[in-house]
C-alpha cells in the first residue's frame, strides 16, 4: 500500500500533496518494515524531485533513534545524499527542524542531540555559521519554549566559527543574556567559550576576550540564576494526548 501511495504522488502530485503528511505518519509505525518501507519510499520521492521537502524533515529525522540499526543506516544515508543534491538544503530546513522537535513531548534531550550531531555534520565548515548564529539566537530570544532554547543553545555549540561569526555572537549577547540563568544553556556558551580559546587566533582574541567578559560579568547585569527544574510527568493523559 505504501509503495502504491509513493506511485500516486509521483502522477498526482498536486492531488496528493495535500495528503503527504499521512505518509510521514508511517514513519513512527510500530511495525519496522512499515518504518523501512516508508522511508524507502519517502527517500526515493525527495531525491528525484517529487516530495517537496519542508518542516516533515523532523519526522525523518526521528529515525536516528529507531531500535532497526537498518534503519538508523537508511535515514543516515538519506541525510548524506540530500547534501550531495543539495548543500543548501539541511541548512535551510535546520531552524524550522529545531522548533518542530522541540514541540515534540516525545523529543527528550538525548534524542535531539543525536539529530543534531547527525544533521550538523553536513554544514559546510564556517559557510553558513554566521547566517545559523543569527538566527538561532534570535529563536532563543523569541520563543517561549524552554527546550527550544536549550536546543538551539546547543545547536550553536556544534557549529564551526570564523571572525565573523563569533563577532555575530558577542553582538547578539543580549538575544540569550536572560537565558544564561539556566545551567545547561549556561553549560553550552561555556563550552563555545573553551572552543574559541583553543582556536588561537591572534583575529579573534579581542573577540573573545569581550565574548569571556560577558560570560563572567552577565549576572552583574539584572540577571538572577535559576537552576533547571526537571518536568513533572503529567498523570491521566493517554498516549496521542497534547501536551
Given at each position: 500500500?505504501?509503495?502504491?501511495?509513493?506511485?500516486?504522488?509521483?502522477?498526482?502530485?498536486?492531488?496528493?500533496?495535500?495528503?503527504?503528511?499521512?505518509?510521514?505518519?508511517?514513519?513512527?509505525?510500530?511495525?519496522?518494515?512499515?518504518?523501512?518501507?516508508?522511508?524507502?519510499?519517502?527517500?526515493?520521492?525527495?531525491?528525484?524531485?517529487?516530495?517537496?521537502?519542508?518542516?516533515?524533515?523532523?519526522?525523518?529525522?526521528?529515525?536516528?533513534?529507531?531500535?532497526?540499526?537498518?534503519?538508523?543506516?537508511?535515514?543516515?544515508?538519506?541525510?548524506?545524499?540530500?547534501?550531495?543534491?543539495?548543500?543548501?538544503?539541511?541548512?535551510?530546513?535546520?531552524?524550522?527542524?529545531?522548533?518542530?522537535?522541540?514541540?515534540?513531548?516525545?523529543?527528550?534531550?538525548?534524542?535531539?542531540?543525536?539529530?543534531?550531531?547527525?544533521?550538523?555534520?553536513?554544514?559546510?565548515?564556517?559557510?553558513y555559521s554566521e547566517t545559523l548564529v543569527d538566527k538561532l539566537t534570535s529563536r532563543i530570544a523569541n520563543s517561549?519554549?524552554?527546550?527550544?532554547?536549550r536546543n538551539s543553545a546547543y545547536c550553536l555549540s556544534l557549529l564551526q566559527y570564523n571572525e565573523k561569526s563569533?563577532?555575530?555572537?558577542?553582538?547578539?549577547?543580549?538575544?540569550?543574556?536572560?537565558?544564561?540563568?539556566?545551567?545547561?544553556?549556561?553549560?553550552?556558551?561555556?563550552?563555545?567559550?573553551?572552543?574559541?580559546?583553543?582556536?588561537?587566533?591572534?583575529?579573534?582574541?579581542?573577540?573573545?576576550?569581550?565574548?569571556?567578559?560577558?560570560?563572567?560579568?552577565?549576572?552583574?547585569?539584572?540577571?538572577?540564576?535559576?537552576?533547571?527544574?526537571?518536568?513533572?510527568?503529567?498523570?491521566?493523559?493517554?498516549?496521542?494526548?497534547?501536551?
Amino acid at each position: 500500500i505504501i509503495i502504491s501511495i509513493g506511485d500516486l504522488i509521483h502522477r498526482f502530485p498536486i492531488i496528493t500533496e495535500p495528503y503527504t503528511q499521512n505518509l510521514y505518519q508511517n514513519l513512527q509505525d510500530e511495525s519496522a518494515a512499515v518504518r523501512k518501507t516508508t522511508l524507502m519510499v519517502i527517500t526515493h520521492l525527495i531525491l528525484n524531485d517529487m516530495l517537496k521537502l519542508r518542516g516533515e524533515i523532523s519526522d525523518i529525522a526521528l529515525l536516528f533513534d529507531d531500535p532497526e540499526h537498518k534503519i538508523q543506516g537508511l535515514v543516515k544515508l538519506f541525510f548524506h545524499e540530500l547534501h550531495k543534491k543539495d548543500s543548501k538544503a539541511i541548512y535551510n530546513l535546520l531552524p524550522e527542524a529545531i522548533g518542530r522537535l522541540s514541540r515534540m513531548p516525545t523529543v527528550n534531550e538525548t534524542v535531539f542531540q543525536n539529530f543534531a550531531r547527525n544533521v550538523m555534520q553536513y554544514l559546510e565548515k564556517e559557510k553558513y555559521s554566521e547566517t545559523l548564529v543569527d538566527k538561532l539566537t534570535s529563536r532563543i530570544a523569541n520563543s517561549d519554549n524552554e527546550k527550544d532554547w536549550r536546543n538551539s543553545a546547543y545547536c550553536l555549540s556544534l557549529l564551526q566559527y570564523n571572525e565573523k561569526s563569533i563577532r555575530k555572537l558577542v553582538d547578539n549577547f543580549e538575544f540569550y543574556r536572560e537565558k544564561l540563568a539556566d545551567d545547561e544553556i549556561n553549560e553550552y556558551f561555556k563550552n563555545l567559550l573553551t572552543k574559541f580559546k583553543k582556536m588561537g587566533r591572534a583575529e579573534t582574541k579581542i573577540l573573545v576576550d569581550e565574548f569571556e567578559s560577558k560570560l563572567t560579568n552577565y549576572m552583574k547585569e539584572g540577571v538572577e540564576p535559576k537552576r533547571k527544574v526537571p518536568e513533572k510527568k503529567k498523570k491521566g493523559k493517554g498516549r496521542g494526548a497534547a501536551s
